[in-house]
């Protein structure tokens, strides 16, 4: 992973899961790129993701977003740090 990290957080409007994810990531430091994206605001993502959400997108410079697996609720801090390090990489 080089450079700073960008992610995309697919979210919805009062959220309880979201909000929590977007604090959590707010939270880190480093503090990645992130961009939060209201589902409800996007036919096309409401359609895609429903009621799926919080989704994570990794934006690489490189490519083109990637979807990331369903980060853990409980994970925060360091542990949330080490998590997106191996799911960001490679």
């Known amino acids: 992973m080089s450079g700073a990290l960008s992610l995309r957080l697919l979210s919805r ?14 939270a880190l430091d480093p503090a990645p790129e992130l ?12 359609s895609r993701y429903g009621l799926e959400v919080p989704v ?3 934006c690489p410079d490189d490519g083109d977003p990637r979807e990331l697996p369903r980060v853990p ?5 360091q542990l949330l740090q080490s998590w997106l390090h191996r799911h960001c990489s490679g």
Not at 13 to 19: I, K, P, Q, S
Not at 73 to 77: A, D, I, K, S, V
């Open 13 to 26: 409007a009062g959220c309880c899961l979201c909000e929590g994810l977007e604090e959590k990531l707010r």
């Open 73 to 77: 609720p409980r994970l925060q801090g």
């Open 35 to 46: 961009k939060v994206v209201d589902v409800d605001q996007h036919p096309a993502l409401r």
């Open 56 to 58: 994570l997108l990794h």
